[in-house]
């Protein structure tokens, strides 16, 4: 059995959001890349993306913007297959990941699966920081608004709440 086949749900299909960021190496067409390769994952369909938000970096500021995005997939891998899969495509970007909270070429954040509640060595679901980060939030309500977070809010709610905080180019679509 290939290991995509051992990760393979029993059960359907199950929705997922993943947040893509690079501040290196021609992030702009980095981002395109991934979703791209995200559209040609295993087991899996690219539902929708959200546009390009260019970010000042959260964590240290001596590093160049980011650019992120977030993307809705269907899939019928399991969460952790799935992380297997982001995190491949992170090598082929050759993730350069220097210091902690520094700049890197490819980030892909496994930010929901369902509404799966996981601890896991690997992988927390949904993702800890997620609702606080508005690199996350403004691209995710973009596309899916509605959706619930596991506080309660409206992603569309939360965003707006963080973007108050926000200086008017701290993330911006492109
Ligand atoms: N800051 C922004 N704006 N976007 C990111 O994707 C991002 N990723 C990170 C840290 C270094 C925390 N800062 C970031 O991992």
């Known amino acids: 059995m290939s290991d995509v086949?051992?990760?393979?749900?029993?059960?359907g299909e199950a929705q997922a959001w993943i947040g893509l960021g690079s501040n290196?190496?021609?992030p702009h067409e980095r981002?395109?890349?991934?979703?791209?390769a995200l559209e040609r994952l295993p087991l899996t369909r690219l539902e929708s993306a959200s546009r390009r938000y260019a970010s000042r970096p959260v964590g240290p500021?001596?590093?160049?913007d980011f650019v992120?995005?977030?993307a809705a997939?269907?899939?019928?891998?399991?969460?952790?297959a799935l992380l297997d899969q982001l995190q491949a495509l992170e090598q082929q970007h050759r993730r350069v990941r220097e210091r902690h909270w520094g700049p890197r070429t490819l980030d892909l954040d496994l930010l929901l699966y369902a509404k799966e509640r996981w601890?896991?060595?690997?992988l927390t679901l949904p993702h800890p920081e997620m609702a606080r980060r508005a690199f996350v939030l403004l691209p995710l309500a973009e596309i899916a608004a509605t959706l619930v977070l596991p506080d309660g809010r409206r992603v569309a709610e939360a965003?707006?709440?963080?973007?108050?905080?926000?200086a008017a180019d701290d993330v911006r679509a492109v």
């Open 5 to 11: 086949q051992a990760g393979e749900r029993g059960s």
């Open 31 to 36: 981002i395109v890349q991934a979703l791209a």
């Open 119 to 122: 601890q896991h060595p690997r």
């Open 73 to 80: 997939v269907r899939t019928r891998l399991s969460p952790l």
């Open 68 to 70: 992120n995005a977030v």
């Open 24 to 26: 290196l190496d021609g």
């Open 61 to 64: 500021q001596d590093q160049p």
């Open 159 to 166: 965003a707006d709440e963080l973007a108050m905080g926000l």
